[in-house]
């Protein structure tokens, strides 16, 4: 999956793993990460979640990183924010207002030092976007630029053999070969996704909570 791939899907406003409400696992899990107002939270490959919405109305700082130029502006038009916009490094604005500044790029190229500190990240359908081949260095680079901040992460697992990603199938397997060495995992809750995916495939969606070890 390329930025052409994820670029086109925003342009065609072929969102279907946008979810209408705020996700009421994030709603439910996020108190156990116990951050305290004011803190700043990492969301990447954030498109335009109303998950966003939910942070900065309880007080959090959001700090994304998003390929496409059209769902950071959608995400300001939709907060009803009008955001500063500064070219940060070739190929990378910053979008910003108030609590919120969104990275416009490839995740690959934001570095620690652009990003700055951030106290957890929240990983709802980006590892899943991302084909088993990029998954590694993904999960490599998330933990480098954000120095290893918990994570409250949300996939989902499947036989990958039914249907094509992206969302990719992530087992438990996975999540311990990308993070074990760095983290002590939990998984929160396993539910089923109704009606499945895509035409109905069993799915499952798992909640973790990842801390530094
Ligand atoms: C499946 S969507 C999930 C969006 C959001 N997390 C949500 O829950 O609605 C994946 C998003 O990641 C973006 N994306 C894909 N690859 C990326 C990359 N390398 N760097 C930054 N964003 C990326 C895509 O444009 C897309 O908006």
Redesign the pocket.
Known sequence: ?D?QF??M??QKNQIG???AAVNPLLVKYFPVMGLKEGARVF???????L?IHWFLQRGMNVVG????QI?VEQLFSEIGLTPQISNMAPNMQCFKAKNLNIFV????TLSRALLGDVQAIYD???LV??PPAMRAAYAEHLMDISGKAEQLLVTLEYDQSCIAG??FSVTRQDIHRYYGAEYTINCLESTAVTGGLKGGVPATENVWVLKPE
Do not use: Q
């Not at 969301?43 to 979640?49: D, H, Q, Y």
């Not at 990183?65 to 496409?68: A, G, R, T």
């Not at 790029?105 to 690959?108: A, P, S």
């Open positions: 999956m930025a994820w670029n899907k925003w793993f946008h979810l969301v990447p490959l954030c498109g335009k979640t998950d990183v998003e390929l496409s769902a790029g490839d995740i690959f709802r359908a980006a976007a991302l992206p969302p």
